[in-house]
């Protein structure tokens, strides 16, 4: 872990003080998290999972749909919508 001066610290306080976790720096954006926030309202997917079995059971049956190649592409579903198949 990097260890901050005390002017960097009060620039990056203002910033999540201020409620914008975003910023840039040389061109580049970037987004300030709390790790030990458990308030976050940004979760893992295992932790999704974990919360929500039925989303558990979706994904399981998305993998095995995808195993036995019983999907259809972008294109293929549009082709579908736009002749009333579905």
């Known amino acids: 872990m ?3 001066d005390a002017q960097t610290a009060k620039v ?3 910033i999540i003080q201020d409620n914008d976790e975003l910023f840039e720096f040389n061109g580049r954006q970037y987004k300030i998290v ?3 926030n458990k ?3 940004e979760t893992t997917v295992a932790e999704d999972v974990e919360k929500y079995p039925e ?3 979706k994904l399981r049956q998305a ?3 995808i195993e036995e190649e019983n999907y259809f592409t972008s294109d ?5 919508i736009r002749n009333g198949q579905v």
């Open 34 to 36: 709390a790790l030990d």
């Open 12 to 14: 990056l306080e203002d």
């Open 2 to 4: 990097k260890k901050i």
């Open 55 to 57: 989303l558990k059971q």
């Open 63 to 65: 993998k095995k749909d």
């Open 39 to 41: 308030d976050d309202t």
């Open 76 to 80: 293929e579903m549009k082709e579908k």
